[in-house]
T-cell receptor
Framework: GQQVMQIPQYQHVQEGEDFTTYCNSSTTLSNIQWYKQRPGGHPVFLIQLVKSGEVKKQKRLTFQFGEAKKNSSLHITATQTTDVGTYFCAGLSGGSYIPTFGRGTSLIVHP | NAGVMQNPRHLVRRRGQEARLRCSPMKGHSHVYWYRQLPEEGLKFMVYLQKENIIDESGMPKERFSAEFPKEGPSILRIQQVVRGDSAAYFC?????????????FGPGTRLTVL
């Protein structure tokens, strides 16, 4: 079955440093979604990428979808303590209606 | 602007008791998904339902677990004869009619603790 690998599992950064999490799928995806979950909270939808090579930005967050539609990344510029949380990617393969979630990357920002 | 609602938010049960978790999808959404999350782990798909139909229950244990989404009322995830290993956060998500493109919106979750 489809597998979605996400690395790293944890990332410690000093406030102001950049952060990147990577997502790789074993199969070609029709789209990929990113979620953020704060400690003790629930996953909150951030963005969906659909097109090959797509790049989308939300303020300090940059999301990319690979040309082959098998990998994706989330980059945060100049992290802040409010960025703390676990970031999940979720990939959907063509014909499927159940997204496969990566294990998530937990971001810890030290002030 | 009611999002996905889940109750209870916290549930404590003793081993052998039953747990009932409820989920009301976002207004206009007809698709409900249940996920389980253990501490420090990702989201594990359990079951996908539409009104009065179970579409995919491949992620749900065959025994003790059941789910429904009746014509009226919330979706319910039922765990019979709970064991300590059932302790986890259970999230419900809902989406609109186009499951291939519509995003899933998550509820606040039910944290189940089995004593």
């Amino acid at each position: 079955g489809q597998q979605v690998m996400q690395i790293p599992q944890y990332q410690h950064v000093q406030e102001g440093e950049d952060f990147t999490t990577y997502c790789n799928s074993s199969t070609t995806l029709s789209n990929i979604q990113w979620y953020k979950q704060r400690p003790g909270g629930h996953p909150v939808f951030l963005i969906q990428l659909v097109k090959s090579g797509e790049v989308k930005k939300q303020k300090r967050l940059t999301f990319q979808f690979g040309e082959a539609k098998k990998n994706s990344s989330l980059h945060i510029t100049a992290t802040q303590t409010t960025d703390v949380g676990t970031y999940f990617c979720a990939g959907l393969s063509g014909g499927s209606y159940i997204p496969t979630f990566g294990r998530g990357t937990s971001l810890i920002v030290h002030p | 602007n009611a999002g996905v609602m889940q109750n209870p938010r916290h549930l404590v049960r003793r081993r052998g008791q039953e747990a009932r978790l409820r989920c009301s999808p976002m207004k206009g959404h007809s698709h409900v998904y249940w996920y389980r999350q253990l501490p420090e782990e990702g989201l594990k798909f359990m079951v996908y339902l539409q009104k009065e139909n179970i579409i995919d229950e491949s992620g749900m244990p065959k025994e003790r677990f059941s789910a429904e989404f009746p014509k009226e009322g919330p979706s319910i995830l039922r765990i019979q004869q709970v064991v300590r290993g059932d302790s986890a956060a259970y999230f419900c998500a809902s989406s609109g009619t186009d499951v291939s493109t519509d995003t899933q919106y998550f509820g606040p979750g039910t944290r189940l603790t089995v004593l």
